[in-house]
Every structure is written in structure tokens, then in C-alpha cells.
């Protein structure tokens, strides 16, 4: 625990705070992932606060939190369920169970309200067609390690972004590995390296949009949004092997700032209304909300979806560490 905790101190030294006079801080809250700027605009026109752009990811996240601890910068954060835990752990979270939390499944929560799930995702393949350059769309996990896609398949850092551990999770449960064999997983990004895979650590919307990132491990909630609202042709694949679905949580700051004005933040992201966002946005709500029709038919049939399984991300969380240590050791 002390070196994961020394070394998140490093990562965070070299990362600027957000502005102060914001009303209300949110750590990684990026524009372009989960559609936050529609959120942050609408808690604008309805709560009044002003909440800056964050584009860090969850690790950088955690990082930041546990540099400042004794003197907090952010109200909130917005992370991976496992991040999460960990924050939990390491104590710079502090209860809080917002509005409409007792509505959130059991699974889906800390019992002490040190997070929250708001909404959750699919992992796939988020594939922009045309840079592939002729190539057919792939179908499998496998199938990215063909050297026709040399070059053209990107996957987020497993050991900082939230994402990157989902891809591994869903990597290794589909090619017979479980949280205590990560085998699977491991010879698979092995393969990938030797194919020239790109692994940014944040977000790359943008990138896949531009051509840049032809293939890359994504929630279904970014290549929809790709799909029905940017000037190309974008799919989303969810792998024949299967794959697994991913919660995505807040917390309240230990010693935030600004609390109360935290508080009505968490409240409102679980409200009627800002569940109501997230479907729009192609996220499925924390709270047992139906998707609208017309946005549940643009999503893949729910077959593909069947392909999709739950894991016990208490004990993906228990693991990373050791994942992470065998991932820099044997494909970084």
C-alpha cells in the first residue's frame, strides 16, 4: 500500500489544479466522455454552480486526492467503481448517500456512502470504419491481433485509467482468466504490443473521431454518441468472446471546500433529471429507470448485450495491483 501510495503522490506532482473560483471542483468530469458538458451545463441553468472541465482519469484522480489530502482542492470525483474502493481505503472520501441513493441497487453502492454508482456501461470496441482503410470491422478480441489492424487498435492505460482495467477484466473473462489467472489477459496485450497498439492515458473520443485511433476498447456510450451525432461512419462491437459492464461512481471530498454545495451536486446526478441525461448520453441510469425508446433503439440488439456478464469488482479491485505489477513487468 505505500508504494501504490507513493507512486500516485509522483503522478499527481506533475498535474495543475483546476481554477479556484469555480463554485463547486469535480475531478475528472471531461467534456467529451459521458457527455459532462450537457451535466455541468444543466447544473449551471438549475443549481447555479459553475464546475470546470476535469480531464484527468481515475487514477490521476485518486492521485490528486491523496497529494492534497491535507488540504483539499475538489468538492467531488467521478471514477471507476474500483477507484472507488480504493479511495475509500485510503481515505479521502467521506460518507455521503445523495437523494435517490436508496433506489441504487445494493451491489452498486458502498453501504457507507463512500460511493455511489450514477450510471454504468458496456465495453466494446468503438471502431470508426473509415479509417480502417477497407479493412472489415472485427468481430472478436482475437481478431485484433491479426496483422491487418498493425497500428490501428488503441486501449487506455490498464495501470492509471479506469477504462484500461475494464479492458483487461473483459480481456481476461473472456479468454478464461479470472481475478486471481490474469494469464489471459496478459499473453493477450503481449500480442497487442507486437501489433503496435497505442495506449494513451486519457480520453480519446476525439482521436477515433479524427481517424487517428481506427479501433479502440470503449464503452458503447462513446461510440453511440459517435454514431448519431459526429460526420462519419462509427459501429460498435461487442466481442463474440463477450465482455463484461462497468459502473461508474462519485464521492464526496474528505474535507471539500464547498460540501453543501457538493452535496446538492451528488443529489441532482441522481435525480430524475440528471439520470435522464445519462440516457440521453446512452448510459444506463443507476437508478432502475427505464431507457427511452427511441434512445434503446439505437443501441445493439439486446442478444449482442447478452454477451455482456457482471464480475466482482471487490475483487477485480483486490487484484489490480497485481495485474498492474505484471503488466508493467511483462508488456510496458
Not at 191 to 199: E, F, Q, R, S, T
Request: hydrophobic residues 40%; neutral net charge; charged residues 20%.
Amino acid at each position: 500500500m505505500k508504494k501504490l501510495i507513493a507512486a500516485l503522490i509522483l503522478t499527481a506532482a506533475t498535474m495543475a489544479t483546476p481554477a479556484q473560483a469555480a463554485d463547486v471542483i469535480c475531478y475528472n468530469c471531461p467534456p467529451q466522455w459521458a457527455d459532462w458538458a450537457t451535466m455541468l451545463k444543466t447544473i449551471k441553468a438549475d443549481l447555479g454552480f459553475d464546475i470546470p472541465f476535469d480531464n484527468k482519469n481515475s487514477g490521476q484522480s485518486l492521485s490528486q486526492l491523496i497529494a492534497e489530502k491535507n488540504n483539499p482542492v475538489a468538492d467531488i470525483v467521478y471514477y471507476g467503481v474500483n477507484f472507488g474502493m480504493k479511495a475509500k481505503g485510503l481515505g479521502v472520501v467521506e460518507a455521503y448517500k445523495p437523494a435517490g441513493s436508496d433506489q441504487v441497487p445494493a451491489e452498486l453502492k458502498d453501504a457507507d456512502g463512500a460511493w455511489t454508482t450514477i450510471h454504468s456501461g458496456t465495453l466494446g470496441l468503438f471502431v470508426n470504419k473509415a479509417a480502417l482503410g477497407g479493412k472489415p470491422v472485427p468481430a472478436c478480441w482475437k481478431d485484433l491481433l491479426k496483422p491487418e489492424y498493425k497500428g490501428m487498435v488503441g486501449y487506455l492505460d490498464p495501470t492509471s485509467a479506469a477504462v484500461g482495467y475494464v479492458g483487461v477484466a473483459a480481456v481476461n473473462s473472456a479468454l478464461g482468466g479470472n481475478e486471481t489467472n490474469f494469464t489471459p489477459a496478459i499473453d493477450f496485450f503481449k500480442g497487442l504490443k507486437k501489433n503496435d497498439a497505442i495506449v494513451p492515458k486519457q480520453t480519446s473520443y476525439a482521436r477515433v473521431v479524427s481517424g487517428e485511433i481506427p479501433i479502440l476498447f470503449d464503452y458503447d456510450f462513446n461510440a453511440y454518441r459517435a454514431k448519431y451525432t459526429e460526420k462519419g461512419d462509427f459501429v460498435f462491437v461487442i466481442p463474440c468472446e463477450g465482455t463484461v459492464v462497468f459502473p461508474y461512481v462519485v464521492s464526496l471530498v474528505k474535507g471539500s471546500p464547498n460540501p453543501e454545495k457538493a452535496k446538492k451536486v451528488l443529489d441532482f446526478l441522481l435525480s430524475d433529471k440528471g439520470q435522464a441525461i445519462w440516457t440521453n448520453a446512452y448510459l444506463r441510469p443507476a437508478r432502475p429507470i427505464e431507457l427511452p425508446a427511441a434512445v434503446k433503439a439505437k443501441f445493439l440488439p439486446d442478444s449482442d448485450y447478452a454477451r455482456a456478464k457482471s464480475v466482482n469488482w471487490e475483487k477485480m479491485e483486490a487484484a489490480q495491483k497485481g495485474f498492474t505489477d505484471r503488466y508493467l513487468a511483462e508488456v510496458q
